[in-house]
């Protein structure tokens, strides 16, 4: 099924995009994640830190998804003071 | 409360006299005198807020410096909260400053906290700041998420019940708090800034601006809007697990 992605910090700069569709073989944001990680390997490293949300509602990686939905793929919270 | 002092800011119709005596009127208690919080409580006094307290626990390093505006060479070594509430007091005399040495824990969070109007992330950790989620929560307190690294910093003002808590964006969170987390030396006085503007509207009774997030080196500014996650253990099902 086809995702809609939208992409904010640094992952606009890695794919060069604000948004974009993906293809997905899978049900939940843990796909949508690994096959934007295959595609743009700068974002393996930190794949399981991802902030993820599907329709504007932060979730997590677990969550099931639908065609038509759209999930927002943001950078970790950070944590230095 | 010496009007004039403030007449410049009283001028900006979003806070006018009326949100400069609102303002005069409230406790914040920053936890955390770094980076982050240092420079809030250096704007929050200078703004006019009512009541300050700032708990750290630390003693000055010299590696404290690049970051922070308030404190000197021969300050290294003096308690950081102490040094704070020296030169607070000294840049507006009409503010209650008070610097209080301890490390927060789950023991005595909810004391420190209980007469806050508005909570401030001056941590370096998230340990802490799931603390502060949770007692903010629990407590029905307004806080102010604010962290950085490198060159991006974040910011969310989160009110209880009304707006996404720490929990409902961040499930999967690398805790690093072990590591040195490298910071531009001015990244945390800008987010302090943005901190301190997302505290004043919360206040004011304003309306917030979601999940913020800087670059300063890109110069690139997102906001984000984040909705409540009904499902979240901590706002959503009220589960205090850190309490």
């Known amino acids: 099924m086809k995702i809609k992605i939208r992409l904010f910090g640094r992952y606009r700069g890695i794919t060069r995009k604000k ?6 073989n899978g049900d939940t944001i843990w796909h ?3 096959v934007l990680a295959k595609q743009h390997p700068a974002i393996e490293k930190d794949k399981k830190f991802i902030m993820v949300s599907k ?3 932060y979730t ?12 927002t793929i943001s950078p970790p919270v950070v944590s230095g003071g | 409360m010496n009007l004039n002092r403030y007449r410049r800011q009283i001028l900006v119709k979003e806070l006018g006299e009326k949100g400069q005596y609102t303002l005069s009127e409230k406790h914040v208690v920053v936890i955390g005198g770094g980076g982050l919080g240092s420079n809030s409580a250096d704007i929050l006094v200078r703004t006019g807020i009512g009541s300050i307290d700032i708990i750290d626990n630390d003693l000055l390093d010299l590696t404290n410096l690049h970051r922070t ?3 000197n060479e021969e300050d290294i070594g003096k308690s950081k909260c102490q040094i704070l509430e020296e030169k607070l007091q ?39 700041r799931f603390l502060i989620n ?15 690294h490198t060159t991006v910093g974040m910011v969310m003002g989160i009110i209880p019940r009304q707006t996404p808590c720490l929990k409902c964006i961040s499930h999967s969170i690398a805790n690093n708090k072990t590591d040195e987390i490298p910071v531009m030396g001015n990244l945390p006085v800008t987010i302090a800034s943005i901190q301190c503007t997302e505290a004043a509207k919360i206040l004011l009774g304003k309306q917030l601006s979601g999940l913020i997030m800087y670059d300063i080196w890109k110069q690139r500014f997102e906001q984000i809007n984040v909705k409540k996650n009904p499902e979240c253990t901590c706002c959503g099902k009220e589960r205090f697990e850190l309490l």
């Open chain 2, 90 to 128: 000294q840049v507006n005399s009409e503010v209650v400053v008070r610097g209080i040495k301890k490390r927060i824990t789950k023991e005595n969070i909810e004391s420190a906290v209980k007469h806050a109007d508005i909570i401030l992330d001056g941590t370096d950790n998230m340990e802490t």
């Open chain 1, 55 to 57: 329709n504007n509602i």
């Open chain 1, 60 to 71: 997590t990686f677990d969550e099931k998804i639908e065609e038509g939905d759209t999930v």
């Open chain 2, 69 to 71: 505006s308030l404190f």
């Open chain 1, 19 to 24: 948004e974009l569709e993906l293809v997905i």
């Open chain 2, 134 to 148: 949770e007692v903010a929560v629990k407590s029905n307190i307004p806080w102010i998420y604010a962290g950085v």
């Open chain 1, 32 to 34: 949508v994640v690994n």
